[in-house]
């Protein structure tokens, strides 16, 4: 039995499309770049972001620090709450607590934010822990975030703890701690790319996402 769940925010628990390409397509306009198919920047959802703006439009160090803050001034009028739970998840979460398990969540987006979106959707008590990046870019790779939301857990046994994402760096942190890693096929990971990261568990919907955490092992 997983007794202590980790959880993602983008594409895991919430769907944050709109915000985060809209606030993206913001940041490209204001380096003097257009991309009006906001298809185009879903991978943009999960990493973190100083590192999407090198990996896909190779911006150098100070460059993609300025498309950084460009996008946070965006979000952090608009961009946060374009975005929605997924349905089912707030049913899923109130029966894992109703269960007994402690509850966190690990996010590479900056803890503010993190905070302002699970409290402006009512799901900030669900969580025992909420862990995020730092404004400073600190924090930011899943592997770190992962290490401090169990530093605050202090799991007796990582056999009973899960981590649960729709993106290969959610299953990496998980790997990087040795437990459980749960990819989400209904988020932002490109076909293939949860099995290629070796994903102990795939859900298809958060109904399967339930039956896989709320099962004896």
Known sequence: MYDYILFDLDGTLTDPKQGITGCVQYALHKMGIEEPDADKLTPFIGPPLLDSFHEFYGFNEEQGWQATEYYRERFRVTGWCENEVYPGMERLLADLKASGKKLAVASSKPQEFVE???VHFGLRPC???????GMDGTRTKKEDVVEEA????????YDAVAMVGDRKFDIAGAKAYHIAGIGVAYGYAAPGELEEAGADAIAETVEELGKILLQQR
């Open 116 to 118: 302002q979106i699970l």
């Open 127 to 133: 969580f025992d822990v909420v862990v995020g990046s």
């Open 150 to 157: 169990l530093r605050q857990l202090m799991p007796e046994n």
